[in-house]
């Protein structure tokens, strides 16, 4: 089974390129999740009728968005956080919104495992979203996933904002404590590790370089290959070792991110 996420930086946008029809005939994926949609379900015009679909989009239009296409039926869809998560983590909101309202979490539930994909609020270059991040958001997703354990293992993936070490980023020293590479959020990110989820790339290619999921619009960064890796498959310990052949697909275009997968046995 072929498991790919993809932070598409609009699905339409990504269409009207001709790079979802390619990813798809490309890739063949048996479940797909995907991040930053900016779309409810009407305004997207595709016909897939060989996956079910599940889109869970922002309540400001345009913004944010997650979605899960899967060829096998989930025994059930979830949108967002429980609220008990919600109100224990007072995920109520700061000057930019209710993350809680901004489609970023999907969970499909399948025979044998959890299937969660999530788009992880970004801090921002002022780091004025730094404090609901690593405050509230980052340990009630944990807290999440780790109630979901309880009943069968999990797949977490998606766009989680943050390089968790140097080796995930071209220019480590010039971005310490800027966002998506502040101790905050590695720290939160550290917190999965700890809690014993697997980064599934990591543990298959503990020191491979220049591997990157996403690269700035500036300066040629992608052909460059000067770019971050925080896009990921993270493993319940429980699962982690029926999944195999990890990748970063650079090579698909469309989005300033690229696709990565994971194959589970």
């Keep these: 089974m072929k498991l790919f996420s993809w932070n598409v930086n609009g699905i339409r946008a990504v269409i009207n390129k001709g790079e979802f029809a390619r990813f798809l005939q490309t890739y063949d994926p048996d479940i797909l999740c995907l991040q930053e949609t900016k779309a ?23 913004y944010s968005g997650t979605a899960i296409l899967s060829k096998i039926r989930p025994l059930h869809w979830r949108d967002g956080l429980p609220l008990a998560i919600v109100e224990r983590f007072n995920l109520t909101g700061d000057q930019y919104g209710n993350p809680a309202d901004e489609g970023r ?6 025979d044998d495992f ?5 788009y992880t609020p970004n ?14 958001w980052d340990p ?3 807290a ?19 390089a968790h070490a140097e080796i995930d980023l071209a220019n ?3 971005n310490a404590g800027k966002h998506g590479f502040t101790d905050e959020e590695r720290e939160g990110f550290q917190n999965y590790l700890d809690a014993g989820f697997v980064d599934t790339f990591r543990a298959a290619f503990p020191e491979k370089t220049e591997a990157y999921t996403w690269w700035t619009h ?5 052909a460059r290959n000067v770019g971050w890796r925080i896009d990921y498959w993270l493993a319940s310990r429980e699962i982690a070792g029926k999944v195999k052949n990890p990748q970063i697909h650079p090579e698909q275009m469309g989005s300033d991110h690229c696709p990565v997968s994971i194959e589970i046995i």
Excluded at 53 to 62: D, I, L, N, R, W
Excluded at 105 to 110: D, K, N, R
Excluded at 114 to 118: E, L, N, S, Y
């Design 105 to 110: 979490i999907i969970t499909a539930e399948f």
């Design 140 to 142: 009630a997703v944990l």
């Design 172 to 174: 480590p020293k010039a």
């Design 218 to 222: 500036w300066a040629n960064a992608r």
């Design 114 to 118: 959890w299937v969660v994909t999530c």
């Design 144 to 162: 999440y996933l780790e109630e979901l354990e309880l009943v069968k293992p999990v797949l977490y993936c998606g766009d989680m904002n943050v």
């Design 40 to 62: 409810a379900r009407d305004q997207v015009e595709i016909d897939l009728p060989e996956y079910h679909e599940h889109f869970y989009s922002a309540a400001k239009k345009g």
């Design 123 to 136: 801090s921002k270059g002022d780091l004025s979203r730094l404090k609901l991040r690593h405050e509230q």
